[in-house]
């Protein structure tokens, strides 16, 4: 198995991303050197780039730890929005107007009509 190593700058010949071009680091060293073209070095993923590493690695199905932190908050969102959903299940939202004009309905002993009112947030 190949020895990689991840280096801040290519130091040996011809100091770029094999695939790429690209000169900036980091940059995975693969230890290999081509008798023709020299020290074989593929470009590292950064905030600025995906890298030629990083493409390899999403071909691969794995994912950055920026796409992992991006998934993750999605779902927190989307837990406290089905946190929300659950909570407002069978409540409805009335003006104090409907309210009054609901109570006329359903008469002032709304509990004894198996209907429940809470005043949650009342406005
Ligand atoms: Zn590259």
Avoid: H
């Avoid at 198995?1 to 071009?21: E, I, Y």
């Avoid at 950064?46 to 998934?71: F, K």
């Avoid at 969102?77 to 069978?90: E, S, V």
């Amino acid at each position: 198995m190949p020895d990689f190593n991840l280096v801040a700058q290519p130091s040996a010949s011809p100091t770029k991303c094999r695939f790429c071009g690209d000169f900036a680091g980091p940059m995975i060293d693969t230890r290999v050197d081509d008798p023709v073209y020299g020290r074989i070095y593929i470009c590292a993923p950064t905030e600025q780039r995906t890298g030629c590493v990083g493409q390899i690695a999403q071909m691969c199905g794995l994912r950055s730890s920026a796409d992992v932190d991006l998934l993750a908050a999605q779902v927190e969102d989307l837990q406290g929005r089905l946190d929300d959903l659950m909570r407002a299940k069978g409540t409805i939202t009335l003006t104090w107007d409907e309210f009054i004009g609901l109570q006329r309905v359903l008469g002032e002993n709304t509990a004894a009509n198996g209907v429940g009112i809470f005043f949650d947030n009342v406005r």
